[in-house]
């Protein structure tokens, strides 16, 4: 089963900000979170990801809950670009016996209206 | 540039035949993933392989089979026993050594068995 739950889907204005909330409750101290994103008809590509501290980059910001049981990431400014699946999972350090099994939920459709 | 290079990107069987899937990777990773896809779903892990000549199967693997006796490819095969193989099927390759390494998709597989 994944290891991360989000909402099914979630609706934006264009050029307003949206946040992706991402729970997951069973994450270790040394797992990383990472969000992904789909479009249709493509693979899911690499967002951004962090540990502890808040991360941004050019595409989006991650926030962090100070537990770590839960994440957002956040699109500052929705273009009609940003409407496809979000995606967040956990990758485990090498050490454990699960470090390889990447596993996705069903993600958070985003839907930016004009 | 670096990428992974899945073909074809539409295939067609008729239902009894086994379909080989091919996914060619130049990132010089050594773990790779098939993941399959249903409409409005999310991505189920099939088979993933940390390092050449050994794989693990994932959540779905009945009725699929996989090799790696190269690094950079890592063939999937829909047997005739695979109950519902019309799906979309992605690959995907990270570096396991970087938990910050994020995993790199292709452009996916769509497979109909009539």
């Known amino acids: 089963d994944a290891k991360t739950t989000q909402p099914n889907s979630m609706e934006s204005n264009e050029e307003e900000p949206v946040h992706l909330p991402c729970n997951h409750s069973?994450?270790?101290?040394?797992?990383?979170i990472h969000w992904y994103r789909q479009l249709p008809s493509q693979g899911p590509e690499y967002v951004i990801h962090g540990l502890t501290s808040n991360v941004n980059n050019r595409m989006a910001s991650l926030a962090i809950a100070e537990d770590r049981k839960s994440s957002t990431l956040i699109l500052h400014r929705a273009t009609l670009r940003d409407a496809a699946v979000y995606y967040c999972i956990l990758r485990p350090p090498l050490t454990t016996d699960s470090w390889g099994k990447l596993q996705f939920g069903a993600g958070t459709q985003v839907v930016v209206t004009p | 540039d670096g990428g992974i290079t899945q073909s074809p990107k539409y295939l067609f069987r008729k239902e009894g035949q086994n379909v080989t899937l091919s996914c060619e990777q130049n990132?010089?990773?050594?773990?790779m993933y098939w993941y399959r896809q249903d409409p409005g779903q999310g991505l189920r892990l099939i088979y993933y392989s940390q390092i050449v000549n050994d794989f693990q199967k994932g959540d779905i693997a009945e009725g699929y089979s996989v090799s790696r006796e190269k690094k950079e490819s890592f063939p999937l095969t829909v047997t005739s026993a695979q109950k519902n193989p019309t799906a979309f099927y992605l690959c995907a390759s990270t570096d396991p050594g970087q938990r910050i390494s994020p995993l790199h998709f292709g452009n996916g597989t769509r497979l109909t068995v009539t």
């Open positions: 069973t994450i270790s101290g040394t797992d990383y």
């Open positions: 990132l010089n990773h050594d773990a």
